[in-house]
């Protein structure tokens, strides 16, 4: 069993910045693939970044540039640094441990946190 806990989204200014985080607990987190996935109102949950257990990182076109992921094992922490944010990029991000590699298809990921909101406002 793994537990995800997402925090640090909000509402936030067009070109503003926020840095969401989220806690594991449970798995040996230190072995495991981690990502995050946004769903918008009314669209299908997307892929947004992974990152591997050593670093190996993969991200969607659509933040390439201005989202960072990184993971802090120490503290079984992922974090999403969102620059330059877009209104485009309203909606709940969820965090999702791997069942194996850096995926973008969401079917390979078995355990997801509860999400949390974020509102871009232009």
């Known amino acids: 069993q793994v537990q995800l806990v997402e925090s640090g989204g909000g509402l936030v200014q067009a070109g503003g910045s926020l840095r969401l985080s989220c806690a594991a607990s449970?798995?040996?987190?230190?072995?495991?693939?981690m990502g995050w996935f946004r769903q918008a109102p009314g669209k299908e949950r997307e892929f947004v970044a992974a990152i591997a257990w050593l670093g190996g990182i993969h991200y969607a076109d659509s933040v390439k540039g201005r989202f960072t992921i990184s993971r802090d094992n120490g503290k079984k922490t992922v974090y999403l640094q969102m620059n330059s944010l877009k209104s485009e990029d309203t909606a709940v991000y969820y965090c999702?441990?791997?069942?194996?590699?850096?995926?973008?298809?969401?079917?390979?990921?078995?355990?997801w946190g509860q999400g949390t909101p974020v509102t871009v406002s232009s």
């Open positions: 449970g798995r040996t987190f230190g072995s495991t693939a």
């Open positions: 999702a441990a791997a069942k194996r590699g850096t995926s973008s298809d969401d079917d390979d990921y078995d355990y």
